[in-house]
């Protein structure tokens, strides 16, 4: 049970670290942009 807690942890956190990463990409973009 405890590893596939750690699983999904660790899924989650790549999923978070991804979004944020896009969300960056995003407001670099618009300062480019801008």
Do not use: H
Not at 15 to 30: T, V
């Amino acid at each position: 049970a405890d590893v596939f807690l750690a699983g999904i942890t660790q899924l989650l956190t790549l999923i978070l670290a991804d979004k944020m990463d896009k969300l960056e990409n995003i407001r670099s973009l618009r300062s480019l942009i801008a």
